[in-house]
């Protein structure tokens, strides 16, 4: 049941895949979808924004409100799927999106759009989710390289300042006003001292520091991917199979090599890397690089370049992310992954260029 249960994380939105290769998918459709992943991404801005501003009380389950978070997470927007980074990296690829949209928006509703963008690239920045925002500006900075349009990075930019003004800070004053107001009612409140007056600047220079780096190798990403590394040590080659090691399914049930190797149960590798070489070794590491490696060699020898650009960049994101994440398990940013590659697939089989 453990190896069906990752099987199922791994595979179950490769159906989009097929789904996006099979079907022709007329150009009102291709519209449709993009306004639902628009819209799908306004709604869950609003909750973020409501969920910064009454510090989880509000529109939130009451196990929600009781969560016990770190300092450097307490003043995190969640959002509706519950994790920040997932949230992220799923506003990241809506707020790129919406650009692709106006290709068939009309003039009353490119407004609606460009709000749309500031609101939502916003509410991805309350999330201070570092390794989204590095894995979609290193895509971005690809992509800006490869198409050579400096105009799309001044627009991307742009709205970027505005969000901050617009969205980000504000939010950020009125949590913290909240904040100084409902600690009054108990004890003396330091503002200095708030959580939510951690700048995303603050956020990421702590991500170097002596003691996050120290808590790291102690319990988060360093201690996995040292673990790992002992463990690939002893399986080199074919690793010790899936639902062993810090995926969906050893959250779920107990993994029979934690005990060996002394890893506490319920531990989440947050590294697509250092899970693919521990649970298949080389070999699966390999075929799975070959396979990335053809694909793309296929897809730029039959897409236009428009198409190439936004693949490539669209798969830098993915390769960077995983450093950080099980980027493969991550279904908000999948879902919209695998879309756009059976698309790709079909639209290379149509134009043999």
Partial sequence: MAVVTQLRSLGLLLLMVFLFLTIKWERIEQMYLLVTSIIVGMILSLHGIIEKTFHRTMLVPNAWTN????????????????????????????????????HYATKPNKVLLYISRTVILGTALLTYSRGAFLAYL??????????????????????????IVMIYYPTNMIADQSASTD????????????????????????????????????????????????????HPLTGVGLATFGDAATLKYSSPIYEKYGIPEKVYADNQYIYLLVSTGVIGYFLLIWFIVSLTKKLIL???????????????????SSLFYNTLEDKTFMIFYYSLLGFLIQLGADHDW
């Fill in 183 to 234: 600690s009054k009612e108990e004890v003396s409140y330091e503002p200095e001292h708030s959580p939510n007056n951690k700048s995303f600047l603050e956020r990421i220079r702590s991500a170097i520091d002596e003691e996050t780096i120290s808590d790291s190798t102690e319990w988060g990403r360093i201690y996995i991917i040292l673990k790992g590394i002992e463990i690939f040590k002893d």
């Fill in 302 to 320: 039959t897409l236009p370049r428009l198409y190439v650009n936004v693949f490539i960049s669209s798969t830098i994101v993915l390769l960077i």
């Fill in 138 to 163: 290193l895509g971005l900075i690809v992509y800006i390289i490869v198409s050579k349009n400096w105009k799309f990075l001044v627009r991307v930019l742009l709205v970027g300042v505005i969000s």
């Fill in 67 to 102: 969560w016990k978070l770190s300092d450097v997470n307490t003043d995190r927007v969640y959002g509706m799927v519950g994790n920040p980074n997932v949230l992220a990296m799923y506003l990241l690829f809506i707020f790129f999106l919406t650009f692709a949209f106006e």
